[in-house]
Nanobody
Framework: QVQLVESGGGSVQAGGSLRLSCAAS???????????MTWFRQAPGEERERVAT???????RYADSVQGRFTISRDNAKNALYLQMNSLKPEDTGMYFC????????????????WGQGTQVSVSS
């Protein structure tokens, strides 16, 4: 059974930085690299938002709200996904989830096969 475990969340002041990590395990073969990986976030009372995606060939996409501040990356040798978050704002507060897709390049929520439990990010003004 594939498991995704996020870490790196915490509380920071506006303007600060955090680096989230997602460790993937449970694969029977080296297939982590074959799938799109995504970071989602959800603030209390709000809908889940797709923050950043990285396809199997390394193509990245970002939500407009984080473009230029966040960077998604992956280390396929370590089955790991990262999200470097700089210039954090209070509106970045929320639970951040790592998700593995079922396709190389389709990264929307409807294509997600596995979800992590999430890591909390809190940004104070």
């Amino acid at each position: 059974q594939v498991q995704l475990v996020e870490s790196g969340g915490g509380s920071v002041q506006a303007g600060g930085s955090l680096r989230l990590s997602c460790a993937a395990s449970g694969y029977t073969s080296n297939i982590f690299s074959s799938y799109c990986m995504t970071w989602f976030r959800q603030a209390p009372g709000e809908e889940r938002e797709r923050v950043a995606t990285i396809t199997s060939d390394g193509t990245t996409r970002y939500a407009d709200s984080v473009q230029g501040r966040f960077t998604i990356s992956r280390d396929n040798a370590k089955n790991a996904l990262y999200l470097q978050m700089n210039s954090l704002k209070p509106e970045d507060t929320g639970m951040y989830f790592c998700a593995q897709g079922r396709h190389r390049t389709y990264c929307s929520a409807s294509w997600i096969a596995y979800w992590g439990q999430g890591t909390q990010v809190s940004v104070s003004s």
